[in-house]
């Protein structure tokens, strides 16, 4: 029979735990393994194709996240935001400051012309803003207006991007 069984209790030595090999809280530190090459790694080793372009493994994950983002944006080109012909009174605003409400959008293009509706997008689960909203106006005439005079207006600290929506009820395509 086990010894638990029986009602016994096994007495471990200091520094010995329950389990086998094992020396408790005062066990050895060991010096963590090498990394191994991925698979990737050893193909792309064993065909020569150049080596790591990484910076060595020894360095911080944080800045292997740094280089990872430069080499990113020198091979990315940049954007720049599609301009969408205003066909609806529906338009889009881009590049919004996080800090912009409806009332802060509603006051600056009724400046322009009659505002039905100002919607700021944000996220579901915090209620931050996404950084882009749609401003509803009276008369597709007043949002063309609206594009000529706010797009590239400095708003909150940051340029508006304002154009046409992309929408499917007004688009004849």
């Known amino acids: 029979m086990n010894s638990h069984q029986q009602g016994r209790r096994q007495r471990h030595g200091r520094g010995q735990s329950r389990r086998r090999g094992g020396r408790g809280r005062f066990q050895e530190q060991r010096a963590p393994a090498p990394k191994q090459k991925t698979f990737w790694q050893r193909i792309a080793a064993f065909f020569g194709t150049g080596g790591d372009t990484r910076k060595p493994a020894t360095q911080s994950r944080n800045g292997q996240q740094q280089q990872h983002q430069r080499s990113q944006e020198q091979s990315r080109p940049s954007r720049k935001p599609e301009s969408v012909e205003v066909t609806s009174p529906r338009l889009y605003v881009g590049n919004l400051s996080f800090d912009a409400t409806e009332s802060d959008l509603f006051e600056l293009f009724n400046g322009v012309g009659h505002v039905q509706n100002a919607e700021v997008v944000s996220y579901r689960h915090n209620q931050r803003s996404k950084g882009f909203a ?21 708003f909150l600290g940051r340029k508006l991007v304002v154009s046409g929506a992309k929408s499917s009820e007004y688009s004849q395509s």
Do not use: S
């Open 134 to 154: 749609f401003v509803q106006m009276q008369t597709i005439e007043e949002a063309k207006r609206a594009v000529d005079e706010l797009h590239d207006k400095e």
